[in-house]
């Protein structure tokens, strides 16, 4: 069969491989998306929306025997459940090894939107000072960029996308192009104010959502239906089928093939380009290939660098475009501290069945104006009030009427706050092809290597103890901690192992995400990162694709690639 | 680890996910082994034993001025969990401990639960309850009663009776009231 040329192959189609798409359709280019899970569209297939507790066989339980044997990692992950359990992956299909005294929680999502389908949706910009604190402190190699560089990019994912959120002129939180933040609710707001008198430099602030408050594009307004990573059928929060993927249609530009499993990168070694990629059908096994003039790899982090170990050749021997030696290393998640709650005073409410979707934020506020000596870098908070559902009744003492109608009314308000802490760039934590195991495809599996450090450890306990003196300092009593053992991977923020630098020897990509090995190769999804930041960082994945993309763009028409 | 102390207090505290599927009590037995599908999961409780989980159950959750246990279904739905989702070995344990809550009840009412009036069997009910807290504040191992129990109120809660007549629950989050938005659990990925 004649092999079909592509202008450009993007491999993935989550929330990088959709910015991919709609970047450089929009610039002209004929462009195939590769996605290895099923189609998903848009409306039809979020089966599960609205569905409520009883409308599910086990209660959103789910099928324990069942997740015991294909679900054995993905279910640990707190978005898992009987609702959404058709939007993670078969474990048993698609293994990955660890040491046992290492653990490691992958979540993935494999089908057409990815993990952009029940993400977070927590949308920061990283600060001027996490683009700068690699060349400081000496941890990880010197970004290649600086704020100044994606800052019109964070821009323009912003507009797209539409993140709610509030203007706070913070040093490490910068403001972007937002729409009214959700509001909080009277218990935060009273946090808020007690807080805001105390410590000036730790704002207590909504967390900046990319989930509306106002139409657009044809989207609607987010109706707190809580449900979000089931799907959002008028598009209240983006996605991939909300926001890039009808864009790159739109184009007419744009094909999509699922079910299309990427075995590895075709090389031409006499001419230094990769030519396309080689795919496995994920349901035949049958092989074919695709070729392309540029090849820009969104597979999510480990995924796209576990592509590029598959794809070794005599050039590249340890994985291609690994001149460096540095593929597969230097990979992150973020940290936390512990979780610090209290039990605060607040208004009886009726039994909602919605919730807001998003936490509170407050801003990093360490190690930005002193330097402390226990640990570098910083942590950001996550906090919300709430009042306890009929849950607290699994555990309460108290049977008959009487119990029965304790439970009738939400219970009292909780105030808890938990820190999203930056983890270091270190060489030892690393991926790498598993010499025996491989998945259902016969694709090599990962090896994932990777610990937390002195200095998470260090920054996590500081931050709990924090917590703990901002909330009695607010006149909180009571104010309790627990223990929260997260294993690294927990925060679904896996990063790194392909980083970006200056230099071609200890990075692999430019400071376009563009290899340093091979010019039509790119990497823009999480495996770029040269450091974690304390930021949820799917807004500067997304940021870095735009600008990779036009970059490319400009390239090939220069004919530079 | 502390992990049943964790999860514990998380349910109570942020996560109603984490409540769903870990803090309900029955598959938190940190002395078992990996869970795994084989034969038996489609045995199901005896007649006689329904009768007994229907009687713990409306014991725990009532008909009052709004519909119980009973009227809500939580007796079948446990079946279904006994059959369907409990491990062999957890169908096991359940057994027992329906057995156990018979002798107990011969042994101070001199009948078995079912028969026991009403009066009395809201005394073993209380009693059984009390034990169950002091084991909670001990962290020991769940007893059989404080485990029912958990099962009991989830079934009971997540049922349509109960979510429609006794929860009363409205859509949204109370957003665009003076209190403004509850935030369900979990809020964020912790």
Not at chain 1, 462 to 469: I, K, L, R
Request: with cysteine.
């Amino acid at each position: 069969m004649a092999k079909i040329r592509y202008d450009a192959i993007v491999i993935g189609s989550g929330i990088t491989g959709g910015w991919a798409a709609k970047e450089l359709t929009e610039r002209g280019l004929r462009v195939l998306m590769l996605e290895r899970g099923r189609a998903v569209e848009h409306g039809r297939d979020y089966t599960t929306e609205h569905a409520t507790p009883y409308n599910f066989k086990f209660r959103l339980l789910g099928d324990k025997l069942r997740y015991a044997r294909d679900y054995g990692v993905q279910s640990s992950s707190t978005f898992f459940n009987e609702a959404t359990e058709h939007f993670f992956v078969n474990d048993r299909l698609n293994p990955y090894s660890h040491d046992p005294q290492k653990p490691f929680t992958w979540i993935r999502g494999h089908q057409l939107g990815g993990r952009s389908l029940m993400w977070g949706r927590q949308s920061y910009r990283m600060a001027p000072l996490n683009f700068q604190e690699n060349a400081q402190d000496g941890h990880g190699c010197d970004w290649p960029i600086r704020y100044e560089d994606l800052a019109p990019w964070y821009s323009h994912v912003e507009k797209f996308i539409g993140v709610s959120g509030s203007a706070i002129r913070h040093p490490m939180s910068p403001d972007g192009e937002f729409q009214p933040a959700m509001p909080m609710n009277i218990v935060e707001r009273g946090f808020a104010e007690r807080a805001a008198k105390l410590f000036a430099d730790r704002p207590v602030t909504m967390s900046r959502l990319a989930n509306l408050t106002q139409p657009l594009n044809g989207r609607a307004p987010c109706h707190y239906c809580q449900y979000c990573e089931r799907g959002c059928s008028v598009g209240a929060y983006f996605s991939t089928q909300s926001g890039t993927l009808p864009a790159a249609r739109a184009t007419g530009r744009l094909t999509v093939a699922t079910d299309s499993i990427v075995h590895s990168i075709i090389y031409d070694e006499r001419k230094n380009r990769a030519r396309g990629v080689r795919v496995i059908d994920a349901n035949t096994k049958a092989t074919r290939e695709y070729e392309a003039k540029l090849v820009v790899l969104c597979a999510s982090a480990f995924e796209s660098v576990r592509i590029l170990l598959n794809s070794a050749t005599p050039r590249f021997p340890d994985g291609l475009a690994n001149s460096s030696g540095t593929l597969g290393r230097y990979i992150m998640d973020h940290a936390a501290s512990n979780l610090v709650t209290t039990q605060v005073d607040g208004p009886a409410v009726p039994n909602y069945s919605g919730g807001r979707p998003g936490p509170l934020h407050i801003p990093r506020f360490r190690n930005v104006h002193e330097r402390r000596s226990d640990y570098v870098r910083g942590y950001q908070y996550n906090g919300a009030a709430f009042p306890l559902g009929w849950q607290r009744g699994m555990q309460a003492e108290g049977i008959g009427a009487s119990f029965k109608h304790s439970l009738q009314r939400p219970g009292p308000w909780q105030l808890i706050l938990v820190a999203q802490c930056e983890a270091l760039p270190r060489a030892e934590n690393h991926i790498r092809l598993d010499t025996h195991l491989k998945d259902a495809w016969g694709i090599p599996a990962l090896h994932i290597d990777m610990t937390w450090g002195a200095n998470e450890a260090a920054m996590g306990k500081e931050a709990t103890a924090t917590a703990v003196e901002m909330l009695e300092a607010c006149g909180y009593k009571n104010v309790g901690v627990v223990p929260l053992p997260v294993v690294p991977g927990s925060a679904i923020h896996e990063m790194g192992g392909a980083r970006m630098g200056k230099d071609p020897r200890t990075s692999v990509l430019n400071a376009f995400n563009q290899t340093h090995d091979i010019p039509n190769l790119f990497v823009t999804d999480g495996a770029a990162m040269s450091s974690s930041s304390s930021a949820n960082p799917s807004l500067t994945y997304m940021a870095l694709t735009a600008r990779a993309c036009a970059h490319a763009v400009e390239a090939l028409k220069r004919r530079d690639i | 680890m502390q992990r049943r102390e964790f999860l514990r207090r998380v349910s109570m505290a942020c996560a109603l996910a984490v409540a769903y599927r870990d803090g309900q009590a029955w598959a938190m037995d940190p002395g078992r082994g990996p869970i795994g599908a084989s034969p038996g999961q489609s045995a199901a409780l005896t007649e006689a034993q329904m009768s007994l989980v229907s009687a713990l159950a409306e014991g725990i959750l009532p008909a009052t001025d709004t519909p119980g246990a009973i009227d809500a279904g939580v007796p079948s739905f446990i079946g279904l969990l006994f059959s369907e989702w409990f491990t062999p070995q957890e169908q096991l344990d359940f057994q027992r401990g329906l057995e156990q809550i018979d002798e107990q009840s011969r042994s101070l009412q001199r009948s078995t639960f079912v028969a026991c009036p009403a009066q009395q069997q809201f005394a073993m009910l209380e009693q059984w309850d009390r034990e169950a807290a002091v084991a909670r504040q001990a962290h020991a191992a769940p007893t059989f009663f404080g485990r029912f129990k958990s099962l009991a109120v989830l079934a009971y809660y997540t049922s349509e009776v109960a979510q429609n007549e006794e929860l009363k629950l409205q859509f949204g989050a109370g957003q665009d009231t003076p209190e403004g938005p509850v935030v369900m659990p979990p809020p964020f990925p912790i």
